[in-house]
C-alpha cells in the first residue's frame, strides 16, 4: 500500500467514524446529558463534511467540489458555535435559549452575506470578498474555541463546590480536544505557508483519525454531571453559580454556623463518609439534615475551603495514615486509593499531590 492508497484509508475511516460517532450521540444509548449529546452529534456530523471533498475525489462519485457548495460552507462555519453549545449544555444542562442569544447569529449573518456576494457579487470585489471570507472563518474559529476552553476551566472551579470526585465530571477530555486540535491545525498553516501541504495530509489525517477515537472513547464514557433529579440539579448549579460575594452573604447566625460545623466535624470522624466515593453536597447534607445551601456556606465560611478540599483533606489524611503503616504493605497504590474514596490511581494521585507537594509513592518512601 502506498502513501497515497494509505491516505485514502484514513480518510474513509475518518468520515466514517465521524458520521458513526455522530449517529451515536444523537441515539443517546446511556440517556445521558440529553441537550448536550444532541449538540455534540451535530458537531461531529458537520466536523465530518470537511473530509467530503477527499472521500468523493478518490471514490469518484461526484466531479463536484462539494466544499466550495456556498449551502455546505455556511454549515461549515457553524462549527465552532455548535461545539460550544455543546460545552455549554456540559457545563450548565438548565440552559435556555434567550431573545439576547441571537448575537450568536451576528458572525453567521455576516458571513451568509459575504458567500453571497463571493459568489454572485461583482467579479471585481471577489479578492476581498475571499479574504474577508477567510478571516471570518479564522475569527468565528478562535472566538468560540477560546470561548469553550474557558467555559470548561470554569466549569470545573465550580464543581468543586458540591462534588468531592471531579474525574468523571470535568470535562477534561473536551479540554484536550480543544488544545490537540489547535496544535494540529496551527503545525498544518505553518507547513502549509512554508511548504507543499500535501506532503503533510497523511501525517495531520492520521492524528485527526487518533483524536476521533480519542473523542469517541471519552464522550461516549461521560455520565451525568448533575443529578438528574430537577430540584436537586437546581439546587447544585445554583450553589455552584454563587460569586464570592454570595458565598460570604450571611445566611445563619455564627451561633447556627458553629453548631453544624461542630456537628459535621463528628459526622466526619466518626461516620467517615468520605470514603464513599460518590459522596457530593447532597449526600452529606442529607447525613447531617440540613439544607445544601447552608452546608456549604458552613463549609466556605467555616472552614474557608470548598466542598472538594474539605472531604479530599479528610481522605488524603486517611491515606497518608494507611500508607505509613507496615501492616497495608500488601496494599497497592490503586488498592489504598479505593480504600478512601477515589475512583481510580490518577484522581488519587492527583489529589495527593495537591495537598502535599508529593505523591503517594515519594510519601511513603
Known sequence: ???????????????????????????????VNRKANLWFGFFLLLWSTFWLDEVFSFTKVSEIEIGSLPFLQFFQFLTPVVFYFSVLF????????????????????????????M???????????????????????????????????????????????????????????????????????????????????IFINIAFL???YFVGYYSLKQKEIYPIEEKQREELMAISEETEEEIKKKLISDEELSKIKNQLQELMEVQKPYLDSELNLIKLAELLSVSTHHLSYVIN?????????????????????????????????????????????????????????????????
Open 1 to 31: 500500500m502506498n502513501a497515497s492508497e494509505l491516505n485514502n484509508l484514513v480518510v474513509v475511516l475518518i468520515y466514517g467514524s465521524l458520521v458513526f460517532l455522530s449517529l451515536l450521540k444523537f441515539s443517546n444509548p446511556l440517556k
Open 90 to 117: 456540559f457545563t450548565n444542562p438548565t440552559f435556555r435559549f434567550k431573545i439576547s442569544d441571537s448575537k450568536y447569529l451576528v458572525l453567521p449573518l455576516i458571513f451568509t452575506i459575504n458567500l453571497l456576494l
Open 119 to 201: 459568489n454572485f457579487g461583482d467579479n471585481r470585489n471577489q479578492e476581498i470578498f475571499k479574504i474577508i471570507f477567510i478571516g471570518l472563518i479564522l475569527f468565528q474559529a478562535m472566538f468560540y474555541t477560546a470561548f469553550s476552553y474557558f467555559t470548561i476551566r470554569k466549569h470545573q472551579i465550580k464543581i468543586q463546590q458540591f462534588s468531592a470526585n471531579t474525574e468523571g465530571i470535568n470535562l477534561n477530555w473536551l479540554e484536550y480536544i480543544i488544545l490537540i486540535i489547535f496544535i494540529v491545525n496551527l503545525i498544518y498553516v505553518i507547513y502549509n505557508l512554508s511548504y507543499n501541504s500535501h506532503s503533510l495530509n
Open 210 to 212: 487518533l483524536v476521533i
Open 301 to 365: 465560611n467555616g472552614f474557608q475551603k470548598n466542598f472538594f478540599q474539605y472531604v479530599n483533606e479528610y481522605r488524603i489524611d486517611y491515606a497518608k495514615n494507611l500508607l505509613k503503616d507496615d501492616r497495608n504493605n500488601h496494599l497497592s497504590i490503586l488498592g489504598i486509593a479505593y480504600e478512601f474514596g477515589f475512583n481510580s490511581k490518577t484522581s488519587f494521585n492527583t489529589t495527593f499531590k495537591k495537598l502535599t507537594n508529593q505523591t503517594p509513592s515519594e510519601f511513603k518512601k
